[in-house]
């Protein structure tokens, strides 16, 4: 591949767990890979890029996509992975926590999807991936709150893909099954071990299932899809 001609994907929430394996991934694919997180990323392949910034903030995420276009002059691919949860009954959230939840995964995806889709249809190309999990459609109590907030996620994208349709832009999104990050290090095993066992696929899940989702919903021959949510293991 030429530089003209490989691929630009932003990979948000990239500094660790999902993202920072999906970073790799596309790097070792030949894709100029730009991530961001609110910490500094270690990536130290010359194709990646390292944005010190917070997805909910939008003034960062414009000046981030501005850099990127100024650098690259396009976006062939957005993955929002990054999203924050903090596992805890309704009755002992605070306002605090469940608004900075929303800010994050709700607001912050959006954020990314708005700046990068007017970017991407310019070339009347682009592939939009936004992550939500298996909790939503599951109703895992103790997780209200991040399971709403992904909810969200996907009706956001769904109606996104009408929205952006006609520049060639699709929209999905997928749920991932628990993988091992430090998101759910803090979760009690026997937890985790309910939800795997009422699973179809009765296995964690790994990065790797994740890459194979956004491979799929990424393939420029994926350009009639659109407006999908995939759960993985079993769920609908
Ligand atoms: N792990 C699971 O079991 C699971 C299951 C289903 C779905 N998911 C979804 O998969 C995605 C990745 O989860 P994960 O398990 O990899 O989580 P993780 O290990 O906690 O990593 C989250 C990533 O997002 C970044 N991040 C957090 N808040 C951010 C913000 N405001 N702005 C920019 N970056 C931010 C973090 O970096 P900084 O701290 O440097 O900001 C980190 O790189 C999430 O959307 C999650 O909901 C995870």
């Known amino acids: 591949m030429t530089p003209s001609e490989r691929p630009v994907l932003l990979v948000t929430g990239s500094r660790k767990g999902i993202g920072r ?34 997805v909910a903030d939008e003034k960062a995420v414009r000046g981030m996509v501005a850099d990127i276009t100024k650098r690259h002059g396009r976006i062939d691919v957005v993955l929002n992975n990054a999203a924050i949860a903090s596992m805890n009954h309704v009755l002992l959230t605070p306002a605090k ?66 929205e952006l349709g006609q520049w060639g832009i699709t929209c999905n999104s997928f749920g991932a099954t628990p993988i091992m990050t430090d998101m759910i290090r803090g979760v009690p095993q026997d937890k985790i071990d309910a939800v795997v066992n009422g699973l179809a696929i009765k296995r964690l899940g790994t990065p790797e299932d994740c890459a194979n989702v956004c491979d799929f919903f990424i393939h420029p021959a994926s350009d009639n899809i659109t407006g999908q949510v995939i759960y993985l293991g079993g769920v609908t």
């Not at 596309?26 to 910034?53: A, Q, T």
């Not at 599951?138 to 009408?162: H, P």
């Open 21 to 54: 394996y999906l970073a790799e991934h596309y790097l070792k694919k030949g894709y100029f890979v730009e991530g961001c997180s609110r910490g500094d990323g270690d990536i130290g392949d010359p194709s990646y890029h390292h944005h010190h910034v917070d």
């Open 97 to 162: 926590s469940a608004n900075r939840m929303l800010e994050v995964n709700v607001t912050g995806t959006m954020l990314v999807c708005r700046d990068a889709a007017k970017v991407m249809m310019r070339r009347r190309y682009g592939r939009i991936v936004n992550f939500t999990t298996i909790v939503a459609p599951i109703a895992l109590a103790g997780e209200a709150v991040y399971a709403a907030s992904k909810s969200a996620v996907v009706t956001f994208t769904r109606i996104l893909a009408f």
